[in-house]
């Protein structure tokens, strides 16, 4: 299934404290996915974006040139990437490099990513993901306990931003029962000419179809269910700066790659529910010196 075709609008909301009136309960409970405006102000988008290019300066891509991609998936042979749970580390755009393997452009123009621990390592990060509007939220959408598992900063580059494939969250990061949701903060603009996301709302309530684990040393994809994705209407969550988009950890969603001249910033944070068991296979892992923690 491609991420082309008639798209549907979401339906957008607003919280001032991360409070949750029965409508919008309803709409995440129906959908998959809440999209809420003005979530996050504008000043503190900056900010946290200012922050992601000192750590990207800091970086020294003669050390590391992992290359993220959800279609070759090689980055997932990297010991870098494996042990990348409790780290900051940078990931590089499949376009990023010429067939001599220098960067095509500056540096800053050619990360994909950067995770998985901003939210405990770094103070700014750290700032921004713990909020008591954040708190309260989890609280609202059903957590009991819930744990900030990853934080990845993403940049969809002009011109070479990458196709991110329909996936499910909770592949990746699974528990017993499943309990991941997502929390993605636009930074900048995402419309459909620069990656917008797109889901297939309601498409949450059915099985989990694949688990990525590790396995004899590897990480490898278990199919747990080989049936297709259900052919239909989709929404482009285009969402303003600011704006938070909540999605459902089995809601399959898809972007597209970015060829304009715009960038698409945003930031994600995992979250998991403490109740639940983290299988000792999963493939993000953390040291005993660095627990899960709450908001």
Request: hydrophobic share 40%; glycine share 8%; with cysteine.
């Amino acid at each position: 299934m491609s991420g082309s075709g008639e798209l549907g609008a979401p339906r957008r909301f607003r919280t001032a404290d991360g409070g949750l009136t029965a409508e919008m309960r309803a709409a995440f409970e129906s959908d998959g996915y809440l999209l809420l405006e003005d979530f996050v102000a504008p000043e503190d988008c900056d900010r946290l974006r200012s922050r992601a290019l000192e750590l990207v300066a800091g970086f020294d891509p003669a050390e590391h040139r992992t290359v993220f991609s959800t279609a070759s998936r090689a980055h997932a042979a990297a010991e870098y990437f494996q042990s990348s749970g409790d780290k900051i580390r940078f990931f590089f755009e499949e376009d990023a490099f010429d067939p001599a393997g220098e960067l095509r452009q500056a540096k800053v123009l050619s990360i994909n990513k950067f995770g998985h621990a901003m939210h405990d390592l770094d103070p700014d990060f750290e700032a921004f993901s713990r909020t008591a509007k954040l708190r309260r939220l989890a609280g609202e959408i059903g957590f009991r306990q819930p744990l900030l598992l990853q934080s990845m900063y993403i940049f969809k580059q002009p011109r070479i931003g990458g196709e991110v494939g329909w996936h499910v969250d909770s592949t990746y990061l699974y528990t017993e029962p499943l309990s991941c949701v997502g929390f993605w903060f636009a930074l900048e603009d995402a419309t459909l000419e620069n990656g917008a996301m797109i889901c297939l709302p309601g498409a949450h309530r059915q099985k989990l179809r694949t688990r990525f684990l590790r396995r004899g040393g590897a990480l490898v994809t278990e199919t747990l269910d080989s049936s297709p994705w259900p052919d239909d209407p989709r929404v482009a969550l285009e969402a303003r700066k600011g704006s938070l988009v909540v999605l459902h950890g089995q809601l399959p969603h898809f972007s597209g790659p970015n060829r304009s001249d715009r960038s698409r910033h945003a930031y994600t944070l995992h979250v998991i529910d403490g109740v639940c068991r983290y299988p000792d296979d999963n493939w993000l892992r953390r040291g005993s010196d660095m627990p899960l923690r709450g908001f």
